[in-house]
């Protein structure tokens, strides 16, 4: 089975979980499948909060309602895809330039619900190079910042965020701290967002795999405070 199966397979185990209400929806490939498969079950449920121009596309093209989130309140559920996830569901996002409005759809909701395919899930992160949104006037000084914490910092030329901002895709990080380097690099004046997402982690992960749908919960963690 190709990558894009194992995507759909964990999308289409994803809308067990959808109970009315409103969806929060993140980004990529792994949630268009989602996306177009809520579309089959548009009527169960409210509308969606989107993370993206993109996804907001999507989701009209269905005719799925997509409402602000500052007029939604707390949403029960928010489905989104991953680069990587550690046992602990500690997560690198932002593959996609969407990072900032997923981070803040996350934090909003009570439930994440993280789909990828099997290969996402990894023993320590890092391997795919993490994304940090920057002020663009700010993308050099959060440069020389990363590089002393042992990074390799690589812009992401020709792209601007939904939130007209830049990217830094950083190689080489030590991740196997996430919490603390989440914190770290949200100090760092200028940084919009870390794709770290380790401070809120997902809480179900459901992976594509050969043999079906996978679901993991998250480990105690015991290397973090
Ligand atoms: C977008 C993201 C995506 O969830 C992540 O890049 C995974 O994408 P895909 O589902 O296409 O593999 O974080 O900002």
């Not at 992401?156 to 196997?176: A, P, Y």
């Not at 992976?207 to 015991?222: N, P, S, V």
Request: charged content about 20%; aromatic content about 4%; overall charge negative.
């Amino acid at each position: 089975m190709n990558q894009d199966n194992l995507k759909r397979i964990a999308a289409q185990t994803a809308l067990e979980y959808i109970d009315g209400g409103l969806i929060g929806v993140g980004t990529g490939s792994t949630v268009n499948h989602f996306i177009d498969l809520l579309a089959g079950i548009k009527h169960k449920i409210d509308g969606a909060v989107s993370s993206s121009k993109a996804s907001t596309a999507l989701l009209q093209s269905h005719g799925i309602e997509v409402l602000e989130l500052n007029s939604a309140g707390e949403l029960a559920i928010y489905v989104d895809g991953a680069d990587e996830s550690n046992h602990y569901l500690q997560l690198i996002k932002g593959g996609g330039g969407a990072l900032t409005r997923e981070k803040i759809i996350a934090a909003a909701s009570k439930r994440f619900v993280c789909i990828a395919d099997a290969s996402k899930l990894v023993q320590v992160l890092g391997k795919f190079p993490l994304p940090v949104e920057v002020i663009p006037m700010a993308r050099s000084m959060v440069a020389r910042h990363l590089v002393k914490l042992g990074g390799t910092p690589i812009w992401r030329e020709g792209v601007i965020t939904d939130n007209g901002n830049q990217i830094l895709d950083v190689h080489n990080l030590e991740l196997s701290q996430p919490i603390a380097l989440e914190r770290t690099i949200n100090d760092i004046p200028g940084v919009v967002t870390v794709g770290l997402f380790a401070l809120r982690s997902a809480d179900i992960l459901i992976l594509g795999t050969e043999d079906g749908a996978k679901t993991i919960y998250a480990e105690t963690i015991e290397v973090d405070p």
